[in-house]
């Protein structure tokens, strides 16, 4: 029998129990891709990573993330827990301020915003644009009437998970939606890889969200790093945030899970042409072995 060490992090929150759990193992290298993947489904969060040294000369750590169904190539909230969690262990040589990840996608950039608590920042890979959906097709899915989306056409939009971006008229609208395994077969042609949903509403501060990912495992994740970059994206070509370089928004999402997350998005660059980075405070909650 060998222990394996891992931790448990709540991610884009300041409260313990909100937020996007995460298990991070940060000695992963001695387990093959079938038990990472088992493991993820015996944890059964939203994802679970294990880190193992780095192929890369550019980046501290190797990440691998999987859902309980699948391995992901790049992920929001694995990526920023991961991270907290390589700091805290002093997993993190020289700098601590500005360093990178080795994904699927390639090396993500990593910054640490100081202050009371550190905001943890990671720059959006390049986003892919994919196709167009119908309106009323997407509000059928999501158990809505036709009228309840904005005039903006759905898109899906890849910065390493495809996502279907779906604008919605208000928060109470957002909070209406809902998205099986039925509803999202709908929505798919033949060749269609797997694909999350994510239905919001723009807002003051930015936007409300939700985001629906069964065929990854996931009914409903309280927090889509991966998703708010290309959802930044979307806002901006569509004149519904802010395309301003140094603007910064926020992205509420998981409240109606009783899991509140806070994404904090920046720009940089006029419409982003400089990256688009994501970012959130990560909240410890448990140390744990797990024994096989």
């Known amino acids: 029998m060998v222990a394996h060490r891992y931790r448990v992090v709540d991610v884009f929150t300041e409260r313990p129990l909100e937020g996007n759990a995460l298990a991070v193992f940060p000695d992963g290298a001695g387990?093959?891709?079938?038990?990472?993947?088992?493991?993820?489904?015996?944890?059964?969060?939203?994802?679970?990573?294990?880190?193992?040294?780095?192929?890369?000369?550019?980046?501290?750590?190797?990440?691998?993330?999987?859902?309980?169904?699948?391995?992901?190539?790049?992920?929001?909230?694995?990526?920023?827990?991961?991270?907290?969690?390589?700091?805290?262990?002093?997993?993190?040589?020289?700098?601590?301020?500005?360093?990178?990840?080795?994904?699927?996608?390639?090396?993500?950039?990593?910054?640490?915003?100081?202050?009371?608590?550190?905001?943890?920042?990671?720059?959006?890979?390049?986003?892919?644009?994919?196709?167009?959906?119908?309106?009323?097709?997407?509000?059928?899915?999501?158990?809505?009437?036709?009228?309840d989306l904005l005039d903006v056409m759905p898109q899906l939009l890849d910065a390493g998970n495809p996502t279907?971006?779906?604008?919605?008229?208000?928060r109470a609208t957002v909070d209406r939606a809902w998205l099986d395994l039925a509803g999202l077969r709908s929505l798919k042609v033949a060749g269609d890889e797997p694909f999350c949903v994510f239905a919001f509403a723009p807002t003051p501060d930015g936007a409300y969200s939700r985001m629906f990912a069964p065929e990854y495992g996931i009914p409903e994740d309280p927090a889509s790093g991966s998703s708010t970059g290309p959802l930044a994206a979307f806002m901006m070509r569509h004149g519904l945030v802010s395309s301003a370089a140094g603007t910064r928004f926020v992205s509420e999402q998981g409240t109606t899970m009783g899991r509140r997350s806070i994404l904090y998005v920046e720009i940089h660059g006029d419409r982003g042409v400089k990256g688009i980075d994501v970012g959130g405070h990560v909240t410890p909650v448990a140390h744990a072995t797990l024994t096989l």
């Open 31 to 147: 387990l093959d891709d079938a038990s990472m993947q088992k493991i993820a489904r015996e944890l059964n969060l939203s994802e679970t990573t294990f880190v193992a040294p780095p192929t890369r000369a550019d980046c501290v750590g190797r990440v691998r993330i999987f859902t309980p169904a699948r391995e992901l190539p790049f992920a929001g909230h694995p990526t920023v827990g991961t991270a907290w969690v390589l700091l805290d262990e002093g997993m993190v040589p020289g700098s601590r301020d500005r360093f990178a990840l080795e994904e699927g996608v390639g090396a993500v950039a990593i910054r640490l915003e100081t202050g009371s608590r550190p905001l943890i920042w990671l720059t959006t890979p390049p986003i892919q644009e994919g196709r167009r959906f119908d309106p009323a097709l997407c509000a059928l899915a999501l158990g809505l009437d036709a009228r």
């Open 164 to 170: 279907l971006l779906v604008a919605l008229r208000d």
